[in-house]
């Protein structure tokens, strides 16, 4: 690499840094104009792609950067998690395995992967991932915050917890932790419930800011069977969420109405259908249960087989 390029390099390392996406993009063109073949060039442009939430030229992008350097592991495991939100799970899992033994001294890219095999469902996968993240460089929030996720989804509770408690010491006004927490366990006393209570004194925030520990405090309540306080933080957060979420119950009203008025009794019986709706050579499959279940990991199995396609949860 030249001299030239090692500086618009560590100049679109730095602007990455910062986010500021239009001089990592400008930095991606000088080094492909310096040099089409330019690997680094390639990484600058699917970053600015992936921040603008263009999976699929991001995904191109890092393909290319791959190509050219093959031991771009950092190219890699963003490729893996553009391919996951293109719901291309299975060559995502493919490079994670791949690239998974080269991240040894990248803490970041050990939890991106983790994050990654996390959201394929594969959390037994993610965390030796994140634990080594956190070994090689500990006291980064984000990092214990995706481990305590992914143990608690391998149910590993008292590890979730410490994790919770340790984070909210280091910060005491952390809502979404005193959320986690709050789910990991059912309350037996008020100590939490005080210490949220005066988290709320001391933020002084509007009220959509405030959602998570307004539900943290609802669960707990309801946990003590304090009815009429929980009920009154359950309000407090669903008014909150309103405020923010611009949803207009009419809309849904009307569309329901007209979908009555439309498939009446009579409008089914007359439907005559000349021949079968959909391609008869594919069955669908239903995966259906209650929240927390297991629902969502056995769609995204099933959905990373080459024969079946996910469309989504309902």
């Known amino acids: 690499m030249t001299t030239n390029s090692q500086q618009l390099s560590l100049q679109g390392r730095k602007a990455t840094q910062a986010r500021d996406w239009r001089t990592v993009d400008d930095c991606a063109n000088k080094l492909l104009r310096l040099s089409p ?34 031991a771009r ?11 996951v939100i293109a719901m291309r799970n299975t060559e995502a899992i493919a490079l994670l395995e791949n690239y998974t033994s080269n991240l040894s001294n990248s803490p970041r890219y050990l939890d991106m992967a983790g994050t990654i095999y996390t959201d394929i469902g594969l959390s037994s996968l993610a965390l030796p991932l994140y634990q080594k993240a956190n070994e090689l460089q500990p006291g980064i929030d984000l990092f214990s915050a995706n481990l305590a996720a992914c143990s608690i ?12 408690l340790a984070l909210l010491e280091k910060n005491p006004l952390h809502q979404r932790n005193h959320y986690q927490l709050s789910r990991l366990e059912r309350a037996t006393d008020d100590h939490h419930i005080v210490q949220m209570k005066a988290v709320l004194e001391q933020a002084t925030l509007p009220p959509h800011r405030n959602i998570f520990i307004y539900y943290a405090l609802a669960k707990e309540l309801e946990d003590l069977e304090r009815w009429d306080e929980s009920f009154h933080f359950y309000k407090q957060a669903g008014d909150a969420v309103t405020t923010v979420s ?10 329901i109405q007209k979908i009555m008025d439309t498939c009446t009794p009579e409008w089914l019986a007359d439907r005559k259908l000349s021949s079968p709706l959909g391609r008869q050579d594919k069955s669908p499959i239903f995966v259906l249960g209650l929240p927390r279940t297991g629902t969502t990991l056995t769609e995204r199995i099933l959905a990373s087989h080459s024969s079946v396609e996910s469309i989504g949860e309902t």
């Open 37 to 70: 073949s330019n690997p680094e060039g390639y990484f600058f442009k699917g970053l600015v792609e992936k921040a603008s939430q263009h999976p699929n030229i991001a995904s191109e992008a890092f393909e290319k950067a791959l190509s050219l350097d093959s």
């Open 153 to 164: 989804f391998l149910g590993k509770i008292k590890d979730a917890r410490d994790i919770y």
């Open 73 to 83: 592991y950092d190219a890699a495991i963003e490729l893996a998690s553009q391919y």
């Open 246 to 255: 611009n949803y207009d119950v009419s809309k849904d009203e009307t569309l």
